[in-house]
Structures are given as structure tokens and as C-alpha cells.
């Protein structure tokens, strides 16, 4: 342990007693205190903690006895914290705080099956058409984990947000969170076959100009732009919007009807893509440096209720098999395009 200078004031003697009664002082003090706080009564601290009206009480008591202040005015009636006991609880709580996640993250470690709040967040694309249908096999799984799921298509703080895990699409560049890519992020520009066979397919990406496009915009305000890879450079555009939408699932009704074209993520495509509803073009250009990954806080050791969904959603979406269904469906239609623009 470090020497610690006495004050001036003080006698060796009288240091080492001022330090062992800091850090003797009750926890369960303070927990006691805090609970009240928060309650407004003992009695309803009491049933919060699980324990007697008395043993609350004198754990109050016995805390104010070490710091030697009132916290609390006691009447028969009511209960109300005094200016010392809320200057108190304004220092004690974030210690506190940081106290009972490092004791909950022990005991999930230690005991039992997951439990406890699993906060999360992912975009709007992915979260309705990956993540959400997972969600009732995980709730199934594991019961004693409480889910919340909010979609956000803006980059979200997990320390400040309060968030365990996030989903992100893209690229990376946060080296102070872990990333586990779960899939490649493939993007395929996609039309309708009625558009296809009234306006033919771009083949390169200055042909793009010439087409309608269906753009998004983030939720920065900025325009979503198309991007690609040429001769192993990237390279991103921004076309002209014959439509602008906010919203992923608003631009693929857009293609499906015809309307024109967008850059649209594999997992929302694959199906359309498969059963023909869509075409894509432009695949040899697609970027190939993107995924769709889950992101953490780094730690050493996770709860068992943050491992748990971890390595659920990562087999979960890995068995989707979005990639290599995008892979199938143009191998067996190699020609759909070029068919396409002969024909028109």
C-alpha cells in the first residue's frame, strides 16, 4: 500500500485512525442511505433491500456515526434528507454505482444462468430485418435476461448511452471498443426487372448519372453515398435522387416498384435477389472492405448475460448464409443483366 502523508495537523497516530475509520465505514451503510434516498421511506427501502425496517436503520444510523452528521430528519410521519445528507448522496452515488455493476458482473460470471438488463442498439435496416426476428429465440433461451432493443441509424456512445453491445455496418474505426465482424457487409446496386427492361443497367459507374436513383439520408442530415472499388481504389458517389428516403426498407419498396435504382446492403436484397423480384448489376465493383459487426466495451471478463447474446447472434446470423446465397443466386443467373440491356 502507498504511504499516504498525514497532514500537518494530524499525529501519525491519529492519521492511521482517520484511515482505518474511512475505509471501515459500512457499505451497507451507505447502500441503506442510498436506498432511502431514493425510496423516501425506510419502510419502502426496507422491501427494496429485501431486509427489516430496523436493519436498514441502524445501518443509516451507524453511517452517520462514522461521518458524523445527520442524514436524514425522522418524524413519525415522514422522511426527508437533510442539505449534508444530499450533498452525500451526490458523491457517494457514482462510486456506488460503479460498486454494484463490478459485484453484478461477479455474481453473472460466478452464478447461475444469464440474467439481468441487456441493453442494445442497431440501425434501422438491420435491426428490423436481422436482429428483431431473433429476439424471441433468445427470450426463449434465456428467460431471466431483460432485452432492449432500440434502433438507431446514428453511431452511439456504449460507455456514455449506456448501451452493453451495439450492431454497426461498415467500416471501423473505433480502437476503443472490441468489433466481432459477423458477416461481410456486401452492397449490390439493385433494380426492378421493370426497369431494367424499360431502361436498361448501368455498366460502369459513370453510367449511373444517366439512371433514376433512389438516395438515403442519414440521419446526419448527409446524403448516403454509393460506393465502390476500382482497380483496388475506393471510390464513392453521390447521384442525383429522382426519390429521397430516410429510411432503408422506404428505398428497397422504391426499387420494387419500379421507381429506380439503389446501392442496397445483401441482407436486405437476398430474398428479392433470389426469387427474381430484383436484379443487380455492377457486382464487379462492389467495395469488399465493409461488414456488419457487434461491438463491446473491451474488458477482460463479460457478464454472462453480454457472452450469451454475443455468441448467440453471431451463430444465429452467420447461419443466415447471407453472403454465400448472394454468391449462389448470381452464379446461377451470370447473364440476367447483360440479357437484360440486350434486350432493351
Not at 494530524?10 to 492519521?15: A, F, V
Not at 428490423?128 to 432485452?147: C, G, I, N, Q
Not at 433494380?191 to 453510367?207: F, T, V
Request: proline share 5%; charged share 20%; with cysteine.
Amino acid at each position: 500500500m502507498p504511504n499516504i502523508p498525514s497532514p500537518p495537523w494530524l499525529s501519525e497516530s491519529d492519521h492511521q485512525d482517520l484511515l482505518a475509520s474511512s475505509l471501515t465505514a459500512s457499505y451497507a451503510g451507505v447502500i441503506a442511505f442510498l436506498t432511502v434516498a431514493n425510496e423516501g421511506s425506510f419502510s419502502r427501502a426496507a422491501d427494496r433491500l429485501g431486509i427489516g425496517r430496523s436493519a436498514v436503520s441502524r445501518s443509516v444510523q451507524k453511517l452517520e456515526g462514522q461521518i458524523g452528521t445527520r442524514l436524514f430528519c425522522r418524524t413519525t410521519r415522514a422522511t426527508s434528507i437533510t442539505r449534508e445528507g444530499e450533498l452525500f448522496y451526490r458523491n457517494c452515488r457514482p462510486g456506488v454505482d460503479r460498486i454494484l455493476q463490478a459485484l453484478e458482473e461477479m455474481r453473472d460470471l460466478r452464478d447461475g444462468p444469464p440474467r439481468g438488463r441487456l441493453k442494445v442498439s442497431a440501425p434501422h435496416g438491420f435491426g428490423r430485418k436481422v436482429v428483431a426476428p431473433l429476439m424471441a429465440e433468445f427470450r426463449t433461451r434465456y428467460p431471466a435476461v431483460t432485452l432492449e432493443l432500440l434502433l438507431e441509424d446514428g453511431m452511439v456512445d456504449l460507455a456514455s448511452d449506456g448501451f452493453d453491445v451495439a450492431f454497426r455496418d461498415g467500416r471501423l474505426d473505433d480502437s476503443q471498443i472490441i468489433a466481432k465482424q459477423l458477416i461481410p457487409m456486401q452492397l449490390h446496386v439493385c433494380a426492378s426487372p421493370k426497369y431494367a427492361r424499360q431502361h436498361g443497367l448501368p455498366h460502369s459507374i459513370d453510367e449511373v448519372a444517366s439512371h433514376s436513383c433512389i438516395n438515403q439520408r442519414l440521419a446526419n442530415g448527409r446524403l448516403q453515398s454509393w460506393d465502390f472499388k476500382i482497380d483496388g481504389q475506393q471510390r464513392s458517389i453521390t447521384p442525383n435522387g429522382a426519390i429521397v428516403v430516410n429510411d432503408s426498407s422506404l428505398a428497397m419498396r422504391a426499387v420494387l416498384d419500379g421507381q429506380g435504382l439503389a446501392q442496397l446492403p445483401a441482407y436486405q436484397a437476398s430474398e428479392a435477389l433470389r426469387d427474381g423480384t430484383l436484379v443487380a448489376c455492377l457486382a464487379h465493383l462492389a467495395p469488399d472492405d465493409r461488414g456488419h459487426y457487434l461491438c463491446y466495451l473491451s474488458r477482460q471478463q463479460l457478464p454472462k448475460r453480454i457472452r450469451a447474446f454475443i455468441d448467440f447472434v453471431t451463430t444465429s446470423i452467420r447461419a443466415l448464409d447471407l453472403c454465400s446465397i448472394e454468391l449462389e443466386v448470381h452464379r446461377a443467373k451470370p447473364t440476367l443483366a447483360a440479357s437484360v440491356a440486350a434486350l432493351s
